[in-house]
C-alpha cells in the first residue's frame, strides 16, 4: 500500500510521485525533522521527484472522495471510465489527485482516494 500523487492515468497504468503520510505524533516528528509543522495532524513528505509507474489490474476497484457530500464518510466505488473523467466535486483526476494504491503482484488492483481537510 503506497501513498501516491497521481501525475498521469489513463486506462492501462498509473504514472505516479511516490510520498510519505503521516498522522498523529509520528506526524509531528516527522514535520519537526523537516522544520515544517503538522497540520490538522497530518504531515506529507515528499523528498523526491522520482516517478515511477505501475499498470492497472484487470480487477481493479477504485474508491472515490464525494466533496459534495462529508468526505469523511463518502468513499464510493466507481469505474475506471468514470475515475478518469474530471468533474466538478472530485478529487482526481486533477492537479492535487492524492491517492493509496494497493498494488500485487507488480499490478494495481484498488486505488483509494485521500480527502485533506
Known sequence: IWFVFVESADRKRIVFDLACFYTGAAARVAAAQDGEEANNDYYISNKSSRLRSAPLADDLRIHTVSLRLDPMNSMTPVSLASWLQPGEGKIC???????WLYINSGKITEIMEQYLP
Do not use: A, K, L, S
Request: charged fraction near 15%; hydrophobic fraction near 45%; proline fraction near 14%.
Open 93 to 99: 483526476p486533477g492537479e492535487f489527485c492524492i491517492v
